[in-house]
């Protein structure tokens, strides 16, 4: 991977500054938007154990793992205020394009912003 290769969540800054550095563990999320944003650049990244990681563990799922076929094409964050996010994540598989909408709920655990569940939409 590139230096100049663009963060996956839309903020047009260089992957390794942007999330890059949330999922290599050389910092934290200071805001809930910040996590999700991260979260969704995971996912386009397939990187399941920094989606573990950031899964509230009362909600994460026992078994965790990604469908190879889908890409995550592009993330707009619609409304971000206090523990909550909501979002549309953009992807397309092998049926066509699609579309995810969800409002997150994030809680600060052991001094951390993790995510604990979602509503989507339709």
């Known amino acids: 991977m590139s230096f100049a290769e663009t963060c996956p969540c ?3 800054r260089p992957y390794p500054s942007c999330c890059g550095a949330l999922h290599s563990g050389a910092r934290l999320a200071e805001t809930p938007e910040e996590l999700m944003r991260s979260r969704y ?5 397939g990187d399941v ?16 793992a990604l469908d190879d076929s ?14 909550e996010v909501a979002f549309v994540a953009h992807f397309t598989t ?14 600060r655990r052991g001094g951390r912003w993790v995510y604990v569940d979602g509503d989507v939409a339709g």
């Not at 650049?41 to 990244?45: G, Q, R």
């Not at 154990?49 to 965790?64: C, I």
């Not at 394009?97 to 409002?103: A, D, K």
């Open 10 to 12: 839309g903020s047009g």
């Open 41 to 45: 650049s995971a996912f386009a990244k």
């Open 49 to 64: 154990d920094y989606l573990a990681r950031t899964w509230h563990p009362r909600t994460r799922p026992a078994d965790l």
């Open 70 to 83: 889908t890409m995550w094409t592009r993330l707009e964050i619609l409304e971000a205020a206090g523990d």
């Open 94 to 107: 092998a049926d066509g394009p699609g579309r995810l909408e969800e409002r997150s709920r994030f809680a």
